[in-house]
Structure formats: structure tokens, C-alpha cells
């Protein structure tokens, strides 16, 4: 079960973040429980697409004001095929409850992802 669920993290987390996934500071026991647990099991749950739990974690993300997770997040996101303005929408109505300060700091953290990945995408 554990090899199934490492295995399946792992493609996870390439469909997020392709080949180079990000590098982690987290301590290599943290870091496989994260694959295995959170991609492996977490993410693979049916009821919500792949998308879906992008989304709500870009949103969580942004609602805790979490900058640098949103980096990682929104460039995982837009790897999936959401749009940005899929993204903006969502920020708009998570600074409404969450507050203003968390939405002006996710739009910039947002134009630094998508530009830096525009940029990225002409080399």
C-alpha cells in the first residue's frame, strides 16, 4: 500500500510541477509523508477532480496568506490547465472573507508566477 501510494504522489506531484519538482528544505521524513500521504492519498480522493483540489488549495493557501506556498501552488495550477483568471476570481472572493491585505499580496504573488512562467515558457 505504501509503494502504491509513494508511486502514485509522485506522479502527482510531476503533473503539478513536471520533472523538477520544487526543492524542499523539509526533513526527508516530511518530506514522504507529504508525498505519500498528502498526493498519494489526500489528492487522489475521487470526489474532487484534480482541478478541484488545486483550487481549494490555492484558496487556503491565499486565505492564510501564505506567499511563498502560493508560488508553488499557482505555478502547480497553471500546469493543470486553470486559468488565471480562474485564479483571480478565486483570490476576489477569498479576500472578501479572508480580507484585503491577503488578496492585494496573492494578485502580486499570482503576476510574479504567471509572468515568471511566460518568461519561461519563450526560452
Given amino acids: 500500500m505504501t509503494d502504491d501510494r509513494a508511486k502514485l504522489g509522485a ?3 510531476t503533473r503539478l510541477w513536471g ?17 505519500d500521504h498528502l498526493f498519494g ?3 487522489q480522493d475521487p470526489a474532487l477532480t484534480t ?3 488545486s483550487l481549494i488549495t490555492c484558496a487556503v493557501l ?11 501552488h499557482f505555478r ?10 480562474k485564479l483571480e476570481a478565486m483570490i476576489g472572493h ?10 492585494a499580496t ?14 519561461e515558457a519563450k526560452l
Fill in 11 to 13: 506522479e502527482m506531484r
Fill in 19 to 35: 520533472p523538477n519538482l520544487p526543492r524542499s528544505s523539509m526533513p526527508e521524513r516530511i518530506q514522504r509523508y507529504t508525498n
Fill in 41 to 43: 492519498d489526500v489528492w
Fill in 51 to 53: 482541478q478541484e483540489h
Fill in 62 to 72: 491565499v486565505a492564510l496568506g501564505r506567499d511563498e506556498q502560493q508560488k508553488v
Fill in 76 to 85: 502547480g495550477a497553471r500546469n493543470l490547465g486553470i486559468s488565471r483568471e
Fill in 94 to 103: 477569498v479576500m472578501h472573507y479572508a480580507g484585503w491585505p491577503v488578496g
Fill in 106 to 119: 496573492a494578485s502580486r504573488v499570482l503576476k510574479e508566477v504567471w509572468d515568471q512562467m511566460d518568461t
